[in-house]
T-cell receptor, first 113, second 113 residues
């Protein structure tokens, strides 16, 4: 069974640029959630995707957007990057929507200069 | 809004001793409480979880307790070992169509040899 994978592992961008992060869910999991983890803090929920549609969103501005593909993989897009967007971005998958247990990938560390 | 508070922020125990981490949650509708372990450079790893219809759950050296009335839950690690050193996060979730997880701020556990 393949776990959650994310790419790239690290990324450096400058303020104002756009970034796309990718996630492949654990085998058989159809629901993907994205979290932002600032240094020294717990992860914060960005949004969740199920059946290629956004299914719940946290307190993040519209410049954070996502996609889910038919194979359940997902992308997180962030436009107009700000310095405060520097963080570890985590993807988590769950077996089905409404099931609480989420399994996390290793994350993508984004640095905005 | 939903909030999870976690204490202590750092904890140092002698190898072989027990470690206890305590959390409180604000939303009485929360019904699922996972605990995650995060090692340096990795994503959070689910180590144990408990649902609101259960007061206690144990898995080898790890146990969790839940007091729904007081909205408290705790993680107990017995016979600590060096590999237990990591950051531990408590979390709370409401089983719904979008099960976002609300995380505590984390406890850095160090095991002294």
């Amino acid at each position: 069974e393949t776990g959650v994978t994310q790419s790239p592992t690290h990324l450096i961008k400058t303020r104002g640029q756009q970034v796309t992060l990718r996630c492949s869910s654990q085998s058989g999991h159809n629901t993907v959630s994205w979290y932002q983890q600032a240094l020294g803090q717990g992860p914060q929920f960005i949004f969740q995707y199920y059946r290629e549609e956004e299914n719940g969103r946290g307190n993040f501005p519209p410049r954070f957007s996502g996609l889910q593909f038919p194979n359940y993989s997902s992308e997180l897009n962030v436009n107009a990057l700000e310095l405060d967007d520097s963080a570890l971005y985590l993807c988590a998958s769950s077996l089905a929507v409404g099931l609480e247990t989420q399994y996390f990938g290793p994350g993508t560390r984004l640095l905005v200069l | 809004g939903e909030n999870v508070e976690q204490h202590p922020s750092t904890l140092s125990v002698q190898e072989g001793d027990s470690a206890v981490i305590k959390c409180t949650y604000s939303d009485s509708a929360s019904n699922y409480f996972p605990w995650y372990k995060q090692e340096l450079g990795k994503g959070p790893q689910l180590i144990i979880d408990i649902r609101s219809n259960v007061g206690e759950k144990k898995d080898q050296r790890i146990a969790v307790t839940l007091n729904k009335t007081a909205k408290h839950f705790s993680l107990h690690i017995t016979e600590t070992q060096p590999e237990d050193s990591a950051v531990y996060f408590c979390a709370a979730s409401i089983r719904s169509s979008a099960s976002k997880i609300i995380f505590g701020s984390g406890t850095r556990l160090s095991i002294r040899p």
